[in-house]
């Protein structure tokens, strides 16, 4: 295991826990969870902790638990058995762990059930763990989302803890950002070259996996950026499409980072490609502007909705009155998701509790058809990490839909969208901290304009 | 999802049925399994389908099962929702996915109960697929190397097909083979650039998902190469280090390759090293050599032993004769694995299996020192893939052990092992095809020479 600088980490360590205490009075214990099988059991999966975990332990410890109580942290992992140094090498003891990260001791995790009474916990990701919390603490334990008791305050605690990242947080999410940053150039510099869009995806996870870092989610690189989640890297490039990559590193401390860019393959936007991606643009740095401490979240996802509504009837998409569409949701049909989230351990951070980190408490997800998918809602706050993330798709599910068609029938100029039809998908994704009276792009290394980015395709 | 040539693929499924069917009488299910949640349950880790499922379904399907009854194939696959094409885009129907592998109708998988009495079936890796396994078919459902019944009978089958590479896998091991070579070359060609071991792993892989492919199992890049399943990618590359390199892709359709190349950061290999490298590059000749149709797979791994047993009594590092140091195991203090194993869809090919597949009916593994990791102990077949990987390695764990260097104190000389200090561990891996009379190196195409191997770190 790389080893940190323990007094570094262990001091960060501390003042969390400190930090929870003044929220809860009850004891906790998290679990890292363990790896999944991929097709046979000694060929798993990477190794991924909870975030909850590594956000109180620090350390992507294996099939780890800690017990917080009060100031108070407690490691429980089994040190390897001898036979394991052939395969895997000499690991740290559980006591050189403990120490690293300013643990009071280490026990076997078999030490854990009798220490367990009346602890709150989250449940983890993978079946075998979470067999080993309800077995431990003796009693159900509800999926994260669903949570309930102590659990949901616990819940809650963390998530008031987590909302806003601390020194220590924000320079492991920084080191994420930088590593982007440079695997969205590097796939730039890789497209004149490629003939699928797998070899810029190669490009940009090689340049992530060169730093020693993993991918905070499923990499989108593809032509058809009008398919929001595409996991498929075969296609063809061919003169006049864009490329749109969503590709974002995560560090080995588990901090992630995500970030899109959408480029024209031949390194030259058509006249129209450029047209939308300006209306994008000019959305992503309204947004960005916006964001300060106390503003609503909402409000910028909402300045999103009115920057592209005006960009697209100044192209005669749409027509009528901006606030009339807008009140309509009609920015929707080529915007239909959320303009962001929050970023942190996870990319949609804290997405295991479903909306209870992205809400408000009190507020509910509207089911109106631009808003449906806005996944925070709250009004910002300094040490918060979000994306800013509008974009333009042409969702054949969406404008082929014979009910929107006929609802926006009025709205829509067909003949002129059709002019468009070299623009299937453009996002343009940014990472932005809430500073104490303004903002940080996290990824402001990497170019927005149009012209730049041109020139870091053509550059090669 | 790629679309592949579909007559090509359902005419190979046919064969694979109707092997199977000569073999057992009674209905087989399959299941493909599910997706593993990473840090939450929309952030999932990569799909990977169970691999017997992939042998007889051809395509990586997302939670699907298929149904066998002689020459007869069902699939079970539910269609997305319409609500998933915004995220997912269109997906292929049921039907279409059924016309494609040649299965004569789709059916969703709320049907499966209805068609499930009596059939057998091998438990796959997620939990949640599993225990619906054992809900359709209303009966435990073991593990699949303690599989009973049916299921036991169904297993000894698929090996039997399995154990013996048709022309379509071989034709996408050939793939996964020719990837996994240029990945090597372009680990090699990074080196000199390179200040730590995570920059040649991510040119290798970069150069894997460049052909959009994945990874066979977890790359072993590595200066520790006496870790055998090394994880660890930051230590700085040297002067004076060999770099192990352990790293095999996987296809589309799950056919994977595993390859070890060893060489010197600085593209020029001491004379310490050098030695110790043409031993275990003899080693790996001498078994390619012997390999043809009927000759046991205990023998080649024998070989391997004596020819590592005689190379270090030459470099006076042992002592004796060869044959009692073989018969006393005293090579593997530096060869402790066995020299190879089965390779098709899983690079462990069938391990989910137990010893059931790597070991011929009746024989079990040795506890002998040099013999208890030894995967494959059968006679060798046409069509059949296996690895050839001996190796030479320093592991503390085993020449620190008072036990074993008093048991060999006689055989080791000890002073003279410490002048080769600097070689840590070397192995050399490629994949090797059982043909009717002889072998074919499917990796061949990858140089094992010393000078070779340094004039590829050089070209850079």
Redesign the interface.
Known sequence: ??ILKPDAIATTLSERRQRLAQLIDFPVILWSGQR???????????F?A??HFLYFAGLPLENAAILLNGASLELFIDDAP?SS??????MPKGSEIAQRIGASAAFPLSELQSRATGAATIAV????TRSQQTQILNRTVAPAKASEGIDRELVQAIISLRLCHDESAISELKKAAGVTVAAHKAGMAATLGAK?E??V???M????????MTFA??SIVTV?G?????????HPLQPGELLLADVGAET?L?WASDVTRTWPVTGKFSPTQRDVYDVVLAAHDACIDKIRPGVEYLDIHCLAASVIAQGLVDLGILRGRVSDLVERDAQALFF?HGVGHLLG????DM??LGDLAGYEEGRVRSDRFGLCYLRLNRPLQQGMLVTIEPGFYQ????LQDPALRSKYQDVVNWERLAQFADVRGIRIEDDVLVTVDSREVLTAGLPTEANAIEQLVQEG
Do not use: C, K
Request: aromatic share 8%; proline share 12%.
């Open positions: 295991m790389e999944s099988p991929r097709n046979y059991p000694a060929n798993p999966f990477p991924r909870s975030s001898p140094s052939l395969w895997h090498g000499e990701q993978d079946g075998v699928i797998a070899v995806r190669g490009a996870e090689g340049t992530i996996v060169a730093q020693n989610y499923p058809h009008e398919v929001l989640h595409n996991e498929e890297y075969h080995s588990g239909p351990l996870d990319v949609h997405e295991d969702v054949p599910a969406i």
